[in-house]
């Protein structure tokens, strides 16, 4: 496996400002995958984080609302722009290692309260 | 639309029983299925991963995979109240490396 980690662990944040969320491997890795799990949910794939082009985004998701940097292997953000409480939910980096066995490692979370 | 379908529980059982957690699946061409497990306040671990029919043993996990019946099964033998997470399913196609999720079985173990 390899180790993960994500800023900022939690926040709470006033409706129609932005955050930004990074995740760190300590490993390159070729694909990386952002998520939101909302309360009581499961998880729902936002968007895959393509190094050094386009983030692709799962149906409902779009670049305005949530902008995707892969600046290279080890790293990615996501940004949750113009906030609303709708958008509280649990924010979630996972890793796919080896390139073949579709098997993802996850970050440990970010914890996002819009009031 | 792909779907992963599980039973959201809660599935309770004693401490030392045999936990079934159980899962379906739409998309007949999905070659990879995942177990998760998510303690409250964490973010899901893996626990294992199947790729052929049969079984798949790991310690007191047990993987499941029937692809006629498009179904796919955990067994934890010996359940320990440690035990006591949400149990997630996921399915991979092999085209895109990505994984859908079911919504997760709650399985608390009692003492």
């Known amino acids: 496996s390899a180790v993960i980690s994500q800023k900022p662990s939690r926040d709470i944040c006033q409706r129609g400002t932005s955050l930004t969320i990074q995740c760190q491997v300590d490993?390159?890795?070729?694909?990386m995958f952002w998520y939101r799990q909302q309360p009581g949910q499961s998880l729902t794939l936002i968007a895959t984080?393509?190094?050094?082009?386009?983030?692709?985004?799962e149906s409902g998701f779009v670049i305005d609302k949530f902008p995707i940097s892969r600046p290279n292997l080890t790293f990615s953000t996501l940004t949750v722009s113009n906030m609303s409480p709708e958008d509280s939910s649990i924010y979630l980096c996972s890793v796919e290692l080896d390139g073949a066995s579709e098997t993802q490692y996850f970050g440990p979370g970010t914890r996002l309260l819009v009031l | 639309q792909k779907e992963v379908e599980q039973n959201s529980g809660p599935l309770s059982v004693p401490e030392g029983a045999i936990a079934s957690l159980n899962c379906t699946y739409s998309d007949r061409g999905s070659q990879s299925f995942f177990w998760y497990r998510q303690y409250s306040g964490k973010s899901p671990e893996l626990i294992m991963f199947?790729?052929?029919?049969g079984d798949k043993e790991d310690g007191r996990f047990t993987a499941q995979l029937n692809k006629a019946s498009q179904y796919v099964s955990l067994l934890i033998r010996d359940s320990q109240p440690s035990d006591s997470a949400t149990y997630l399913c996921a399915v991979g196609a092999s085209s895109n490396y990505k994984l859908t999720f079911g919504k997760g079985t709650l399985l608390t173990v009692n003492p």
């Open positions: 490993s390159q890795v070729t694909m």
């Open positions: 984080a393509n190094q050094g082009s386009e983030a692709t985004y």
């Open positions: 199947i790729y052929s029919n």
